[in-house]
């Protein structure tokens, strides 16, 4: 059931429809969305950020990290599987996955490892020099004024 509408808001901005689709889509909720596998997100900078995938039982050839339109998908899937193995008990998840993650504008990948079992992904803002904010110096009238009225005296 969902309870907020954003059609107003598509009616009466422009430009911000991608804002408003992320907002519709993290307030739908979403059954087939599952917790697989955990994952963690944490501040390592002013700018800085690094997600962190437990993929126990994946290496690195099993994975694959793709950015696309502010779009980052982490996505896992083995190889050929040994049918020869019997388990009497199977604890450690080896199915495929896919997780997506929406990044702000002007975020990007810099850096991904594998150690441990989990997948860290490290991501860094950065923000272009025309875009970053400056101070505008005011210039005032009155100072102008009296320079004109020396000249003219």
């Known amino acids: 059931m969902r309870t907020l509408d954003f059609s107003p808001f598509y009616r009466s901005t422009v ?49 694959d990290i793709e950015v696309r339109e502010n779009k980052l998908k982490i996505s896992g899937k083995h190889g050929e599987t040994d049918e020869k193995n019997r388990f009497l008990h199977r604890g450690i998840a080896g199915r495929a996955f896919e997780r997506q993650f929406h990044l702000a504008d002007h975020v990007k990948v810099s850096d991904a490892s594998l150690e441990n079992g989990l997948l860290h992904v490290d991501l860094v803002r950065e923000i272009p020099e025309e875009q970053r904010p400056r101070r505008i110096e005011i210039k005032g009238g009155t100072s102008a004024k009296a320079i004109e009225n020396k000249q003219a005296a």
């Open 15 to 63: 430009g911000f429809d991608r804002v408003f689709d992320l907002l519709d889509s993290a307030t739908r909720l979403d059954a087939s969305v599952s917790a697989y596998p955990p994952y963690n997100i944490e501040v390592t900078g002013e700018d800085a950020y690094r997600i962190s995938v437990a993929v126990a039982g994946f290496g690195q050839d099993d994975l």
